[in-house]
């Protein structure tokens, strides 16, 4: 049990610091040297660092249990369907090139990176490009996608994402 969490810990250490380092070479083993799992296993690292540290941004009208719960879900479930959405708009374009976990991997990484300045709201105007930035270097390696392909499919992804949560704030905001 200690091993396998230490083996864990060792991997995503080492995701984050390629990740920062050297994207395009990590996003070129990406493939081979990550599984489902692992992938899995980062995300939730990542998002469980992102409501913790979001819970320190402000005062609460609900407990902090609730809102660690709210941010967790909120963090996980937009990687989950931005993922949704770039395959979707991936297979719809070009056809199916590459599996659904290989993207939601692109996806998880690339999101889950920028989850540790994202939690600061006046970061969202460098951390948002940076993600879409990861994204699209991840598309280019991984799926060796030519440049205007990975460009494609972001702004179609993007645009509609926009129109979802748009929508969702129209019919549930205040």
């Known amino acids: 049990m200690l091993e396998s969490a230490l083996k864990s810990w060792q991997f995503y250490s080492y995701s984050l610091i390629q990740l920062l380092i050297e994207p395009g070479l990590f996003f070129k083993e990406l493939a081979e040297k990550t599984t489902l799992r692992r992938t899995?296993?980062?995300m939730v690292i990542c998002c469980c660092f992102f409501a913790g540290a979001s819970l320190l941004t402000g005062a609460y009208t609900r407990p902090v249990w609730i809102m660690a719960i709210i941010f967790f879900v909120n963090a996980s479930g937009m990687i989950l369907i931005s993922s949704l959405l770039g395959y979707t708009t991936m297979v719809m374009i070009?056809?199916?090139r590459t599996s659904f976990s290989i993207?939601?991997?692109l996806y998880a990484f690339s999101s889950g990176v920028t989850f540790f300045l994202s939690w600061l709201p006046f970061?969202?105007?460098?951390t948002e490009p940076w993600k879409w930035w990861l994204i699209y270097t991840g598309f280019r390696h991984t799926c060796r996608l030519s440049w205007k392909q990975a460009v494609l499919i972001l702004a179609v992804s993007i645009t509609i994402q926009f129109f979802l949560i748009y929508a969702a704030l129209v019919a549930f905001g205040k």
């Open 103 to 105: 993207v939601f991997s």
């Open 123 to 126: 970061m969202l105007w460098f």
């Open 94 to 96: 070009l056809g199916k």
């Open 40 to 42: 899995l296993g980062f």
